[in-house]
Nanobody, 112 residues
Framework: VQLQACGGGLVQAGGSLRLACAAS????????MAWYRQAPGNQREWVAT???????MYRDSVKGRFTISRDNVKRTVYLQMVSLKPEDTAVYYC???????WGQGTLVTVSS
């Protein structure tokens, strides 16, 4: 299984980024997918999940600002992030919802 995340970068507070994670080696359409993040000095935390049928869930701190979506044809899961805050700064990881496969992470830095 390979999960390849991209789209991170440096953005000012209030800005937007879209992360993408391309999957291979799994039957993508049958898998729930998730995004996690790990800020410096902190434990990894769950951000959002999308089920195989498109049901979404978010941690409270990103509700209304982040949107997880998926394209089963492209085998890709996305995380659209708007109104970014400095506290969103972290390495963002995509994973299968069960946590058995992880991508390499992409760094998001939000400057104040």
């Amino acid at each position: 299984v390979q999960l390849q995340a991209c789209g991170g970068g440096l953005v000012q507070a209030g800005g937007s980024l879209r992360l993408a994670c391309a999957a291979s080696g799994i039957i993508f359409r049958l898998n729930g997918m998730a995004w996690y993040r790990q800020a410096p000095g902190n434990q990894r935390e769950w951000v959002a999940t999308i089920s195989s049928v498109g049901t979404t869930m978010y941690r409270d701190s990103v509700k209304g600002r982040f949107t997880i979506s998926r394209d089963n044809v492209k085998r890709t899961v996305y995380l659209q992030m708007v109104s970014l805050k400095p506290e969103d700064t972290a390495v963002y990881y995509c994973a299968t919802a069960g946590g058995d496969s992880w991508g390499q992470g992409t760094l998001v830095t939000v400057s104040s």
